[in-house]
């Protein structure tokens, strides 16, 4: 069975610093997505990542897909109080196939 | 506006009183799929259908059916509901022209189930 693994569970931190979170696999997958859930609400989409290695910056969020396409990293620069929330990774079994596994994800606080 | 419903948003039912949660969308979609989150285990996809008449098992297919006669709908029914399935759903949706995984799934709210 396919697992994504995610670390930390738990992250709080002060406004104004960094920080990053892993997702982590013993498989391949063919592209890799993260999402932000808030309470009450359903998953939103942040970023999909393809090619192994590549690198998507959205503001001051940075995602990374690992060369070998089993890991992914996001990187938060400066996180601010709105960055809370839970973050998700969810990976495509193969290409094209629409049968997703999703970490067991990341919640962050950051206070003010 | 785009979106997902889902109903009810929340449900206390007792074990064996069959049940549908329903979800419904409006931007035309192709692929709608049903997920269960737990604490620790994260979001883990029950069924999808890629089109009308056209659905398939994810991992945690076991106790609940679905059905998609209509493009637009998609409920979950648990004919015989047993409190290992307390949980919370999410419905989601994404065009489905073959770009699975590269897709952006659109998620509804969420329903809340408590099986006593």
């Known amino acids: 069975t396919q697992l994504l693994e995610q670390s930390p569970q738990f992250l709080s931190i002060q406004e104004g610093e960094n920080l990053t979170v892993y997702c982590n696999s013993s498989s391949v997958f063919s592209s890799l997505q993260w999402y932000r859930q808030e309470p009450g609400e359903g998953p939103v989409l942040l970023v999909t990542?393809?090619?192994?290695?590549e690198v998507k910056k959205l503001k001051r969020l940075t995602f990374q897909f690992g060369d070998a396409r089993k890991d992914s990293s996001l990187h938060i620069t400066a996180a601010q109080t709105g960055d809370t929330g839970l973050y998700l990774c969810?990976?495509?079994?193969?290409?094209?196939?629409?049968?997703?596994?999703f970490g067991t994800g990341t919640r962050l606080k950051v206070l003010a | 506006e785009a979106q997902v419903t889902q109903n009810p948003r929340y449900l206390i039912t007792v074990t064996g009183k069959k049940l549908t949660v329903t979800c419904s969308q409006n931007?035309?979609?192709?692929?709608m799929s049903w997920y269960r989150q737990d604490p620790g285990l994260g979001l883990r996809q029950i069924y999808y259908?890629?089109?009308?008449?056209?659905?398939d098992k994810g991992d945690v297919p076991e106790g609940y059916k679905v059905s998609r006669k209509e493009k637009r709908n998609f409920p979950l029914i648990l004919e015989s509901p047993s409190p290992n399935q307390t949980s919370l759903y999410f419905c989601?949706?994404?065009?489905?022209?073959?770009?699975?995984?590269?897709?952006?799934?659109?998620f509804g709210p969420g329903t809340r189930l408590l099986v006593l």
């Open positions: 969810a990976g495509a079994r193969s290409s094209g196939t629409y049968k997703y596994i």
């Open positions: 931007m035309n979609h192709e692929y």
């Open positions: 990542v393809v090619t192994g290695g």
């Open positions: 989601a949706s994404s065009f489905g022209r073959f770009q699975g995984g590269q897709e952006t799934q659109y």
């Open positions: 259908s890629m089109n009308v008449e056209v659905t």
